[in-house]
């Protein structure tokens, strides 16, 4: 679902990045600002218990993860220092939303879903290790049911909406993104071991 959004989420962001690019302010700078704020909001509102203005502001950062992508579609090929930028920054952003989380749910004494909240982070980042390690190795790792916008969503929409008062949503959206996080990891796992037990050691780099 989040792939068939995203192209209509890039035409409405297009104006904006074209203006930007046109100041001479780079995608690079974009994706930084975009994680300090995501991360500055995350451990300011979440640890006091404001979730829903938290999630409000954390999610006005967090597109600027599509806007640095529509303005270096614009301003010719991505260079690789950038994508390593952007990949390095999405696991700062997202330990800052869970860390925020977790510190909140440990002072209201909320300690299995502090737990949940850390779990999330620490599978998290396994599903994009693996697929680095990976792609590193020469191998394809494109698969899984729980990528990162997907985690992203549901750890945001649950948040946002457990803020507003609704109960059980946030335990809801923790434990679901823990189990769809551990089994995208085990997904990848077994679609790198299939693709390594077929191919020679001295083809993989």
């Not at 982070?121 to 697929?131: E, Q, R």
């Not at 049911?145 to 948040?159: H, K, Q, S």
């Amino acid at each position: 679902m989040l792939k068939l959004l995203r192209p209509a989420v890039t035409r409405v962001l297009t104006p904006l990045g074209r203006a930007l690019a046109r100041r001479g302010i780079s995608p690079n700078v974009v994706t930084t600002v975009g994680t300090l704020g995501t991360v500055a909001a995350a451990l300011f509102f979440y640890p006091r218990g404001d979730l829903f203005p938290g999630t409000l502001v954390i999610t006005f950062f967090v597109l600027a993860d599509l806007l640095d992508g529509v303005m270096a579609r614009m301003t010719g090929p991505g260079s690789v220092w950038g994508a390593f930028l952007d990949s390095t920054l999405d696991r700062v952003g997202d330990a800052g939303i869970f860390s925020g989380l977790a510190i909140w749910l440990t002072v209201s004494g909320q300690w299995v879903l502090a737990g949940v909240a850390l779990f999330c982070l620490v599978t998290g980042a396994l599903v994009s290790y693996v697929k680095a390690r990976a792609e590193g190795l020469g191998m394809t790792c494109d698969v899984g049911i729980a990528e990162r916008p997907e985690r992203l969503v549901v750890g945001l929409v649950a948040t946002g909406i457990a803020g507003l008062g609704v109960p059980y949503i946030l335990a809801a959206g923790l434990w679901l993104l823990a189990v769809a996080s551990a089994v995208t990891v085990a997904q990848r796992l077994l679609h790198v071991r299939r693709q390594a037990v077929s191919v020679p050691p001295q083809t993989l780099r």
